[in-house]
């Protein structure tokens, strides 16, 4: 079946976004293994080892792009399946309108769940 739409088309926006969001992924999860399994691995699994790090503003922030990233690039990998299928007219309005609102919902919650950890509510 031919794609009828896709952000995956190479040289597209959503294409680049896709990609950098996939590259960052690695990164930020490959230095994060790295870290669990070679250097420090009892404190990483510590409640308030971990704690204590989300007080460090870059690690929130760290955390916080990685939950957005990650969060847009399954939304959009989704959502382009989805029209891959042959989504259409109101269904591609209704389905981007529920993604949108229960990925703000999740990033919402995250950031909320970030913020109480580093004692900062």
Same mark, same amino acid.
């Given at each position: 079946m031919a794609e009828r739409y896709s952000s995956f088309t190479p040289g597209g926006t959503g294409w680049l976004l896709q990609r950098i969001t996939a590259a960052f992924l690695v990164v930020v999860l490959a230095f994060h293994f790295f870290l669990l399994h070679f =250097?420090?691995? @009892?404190?990483? /699994?510590?409640?308030?080892?971990?704690?204590?790090?989300?007080?460090?503003? %870059?690690?929130?922030?760290?955390?916080?792009?990685?939950? /957005? @990233?990650?969060?847009?690039?399954?939304?959009?990998? =989704?959502?382009?399946?989805?029209?891959?299928?042959?989504?259409? %007219?109101?269904?591609?309005? =209704?389905?981007l309108a529920v993604l949108v609102i229960a990925s703000l919902g999740l990033i919402g919650q995250g950031i909320y769940v970030a913020t109480t950890m580093a004692g900062w509510t």
């Open positions: =250097v420090n691995h @009892a404190a990483e /699994i510590e409640f308030a080892g971990t704690q204590a790090r989300m007080q460090n503003v %870059g690690y929130f922030l760290t955390m916080v792009s990685f939950l /957005i @990233a990650g969060t847009f690039h399954g939304v959009n990998g =989704v959502y382009n399946a989805l029209l891959n299928q042959g989504l259409e %007219g109101t269904q591609k309005k =209704v389905v």
